[in-house]
């Protein structure tokens, strides 16, 4: 009997023990290796753009980019950067195309088939609320007038937030449309929607905004005003 007393509180010692150590890494571990990667297509980015501005080109070819300094959109590639000051200014987090498992370990990810950055239509953008690096833990924070920010690394990108968060479930793909039916848009314009997981640490739903684009700068102007402290 005794033995069997043993061997039983042994074992829960040994899942208990599992289950700290799996916690331990969604909660921190992804986390560290997420920011890591992150600072990584950050700095990827940066190299590219400034090859390009001293005369270089990015990897293929001048005839896959609209400019001499974007990024072409290749699946599981950063492409962008993307502020939010709601959420703190030193929040930055990079833009990869795909919404692909893998490619939102390492940031933000592009909705394939949705408009490009600043063109006409619905520019969709999904991100981990919880794990991988949290880069939408503060998501509920946004409020309709709050500032959405990217570059291309030729282009600042300003949108303002219309809409949001607004609660749907995950079947609701309608979101993404290039005119949003939920969203309040009415006409085709230049818009911005960003989607995460709610509750924080479910997936039963989703939480969306949804932004038009406000303006565009060169970045030779220097940081767009949402940007400066």
């Not at 009997?1 to 331990?24: A, D, K, Y």
């Not at 793909?173 to 640490?201: A, F, H, M, N, Q």
């Amino acid at each position: 009997m005794r033995v069997i007393v043993r061997t039983v509180s042994e074992l829960c010692i040994t899942v208990g023990s599992l289950i700290v150590l799996f916690v331990v890494y969604v909660l921190f571990w992804t986390g560290v290796r997420a920011d890591t990667v992150m600072r990584d297509q950050i700095d990827e980015l940066h190299r590219q753009w400034s090859r390009a501005a001293a005369g270089g080109r990015p990897a293929g070819g001048p005839a896959a980019v609209s400019s001499p300094r974007t990024v072409p959109y290749v699946s599981g590639r950063p492409f962008a950067i993307m502020y939010i000051p709601r959420l703190g200014f030193t929040w930055n987090k990079p833009v990869l195309q795909g919404t692909e498992t893998g490619t939102l370990k390492k940031g933000l990810g592009h909705y394939a088939g949705t408009a490009r950055l600043g063109q006409t239509g619905n520019f969709a953008v999904a991100g981990h609320r919880r794990t991988y690096g949290d880069p939408f833990k503060d998501f509920p924070r946004l409020r309709p007038g709050d500032a959405v920010v990217l570059t291309d690394g030729s282009t600042w990108f300003t949108y303002r937030i219309d809409k949001g968060p607004y609660k749907t479930v995950p079947a609701d793909v309608e979101v993404i449309d290039p005119v949003p039916r939920k969203s309040g848009y009415t006409r085709p314009g230049r818009y911005l929607t960003l989607t995460t997981c709610d509750p924080e640490w479910g997936h039963s739903h989703r939480l969306i905004v949804w932004a038009h684009l406000d303006s565009t700068q060169p970045v030779e102007a220097g940081k767009p005003r949402a940007l400066r402290r």
